[in-house]
């Protein structure tokens, strides 16, 4: 095995994380389309498929390495927001709490001196940074429009089009 037990538990566990997470941003999009802002909802549902790749990039890695993968029991996500500010506070506060997650992972494999595992998780520290740059600012936006949330949905939409084009993807 190229990897430790301790290390495939908490990858197994971020597994769950990221399923969660997934749920989650379900939960917001929904929010978001019965509350007819079309624009923010495709955001989250596109997020939500984000987390699901990346729940999937955790499976393979403990495959490639030969540990089991063993989903655990995935907590109801919340599905109570009272405004659109609430909502995406509530993406960008899950989104500190996965980089935090994802630097004890890191904090592991440097303990071990598991350089396969470093390398890996790398790729996770850069979507962190990416991920909550833009919630934070999908939030100023919402903060900012106050009352007039279609010109931000419209000028998000925007942002996150120049965005994805910086980024080449
Ligand atoms: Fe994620
Ligand atoms: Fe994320």
Redesign the pocket.
Known sequence: MLISEKLAKAINQQVGNEFG?SLEYVNIASYFESEDMLHFAQVFFD?AD??RD?AMKFVRYLLETGAKVAIPAIPEPRSDYASAEDAVAAALSW?ET?TEQINGLMDIAHEEKDYIAQDFLNWFVTEQLE?ISKMSTILNIIRRAGDNLLLAETYVVDILAQMVAAEGG
């Open positions: 997470a997020q984000e987390e990346h989104e996965v991920e």
